[in-house]
């Protein structure tokens, strides 16, 4: 008989910064699916073994995270898988669908865990960039750079109307060179978004989030004259 592994099954139907946070993380590297014989299972790959075990520890799953080696010099892919047709369900009244990719939307966040969703998202499907620009200007500039991807065009329009009533305003749409979309921002408002992200009360010894991409945040702000 099959080993039964516990879950917290009623981790979707409450808010707290970490439900959102995963819920955002999930948004961008999470998917949904259903074998022949009727099971649902919902489940997050990604590159960040010790994240994926801090998210395991957060929903006190009991299932094993496993490692899936990939070809060339691409970073092995650590997969947590969990059977639950009870949380399958929950994804599904948040708005989340199986194939989700380009009909992905935002689900309806309360605003104070908004912050939340968007690291979660960030951290998934999002990238910061930090650099000197115009370098053959006699005085060259140290940027910062935001951006959000997506295949769905919706979802990007709803984060940036959500985040205008942040007031953080200048993100700017863009189609990308393969089947997605890019939501920008420079770096008054990237500036902007670090607070928005990492610089609250909630954000405790308990909350998720890369330092990888915190820190360039950190570092632009430690080199700013």
Known sequence: MPIYKYVNKDFFKTWTPNMAYILGFFAADGYM?????GAHFWDIGITDK??????????QAEHKISACPRKGNEKTLYRLQIGSKEMFNDLLNLGFTQGKTKSLA???VPAVYFRDFLRGYFDGDGCVWSGYVHKDRRKKLLAIRTVFTSCSLRFLWEIRRRLRLFFIFNGVLSKGRGNYYRLTYSIYDSLKLHDFMYNHPILDTDALFLDRKRVIFENYLKMRP
Not at 50 to 59: E, Y
């Open 106 to 108: 935002v689900p309806e």
């Open 33 to 37: 699916t259903k074998n022949k014989r």
């Open 50 to 59: 010790d994240l994926l075990f801090s998210i395991k520890r957060v929903i």
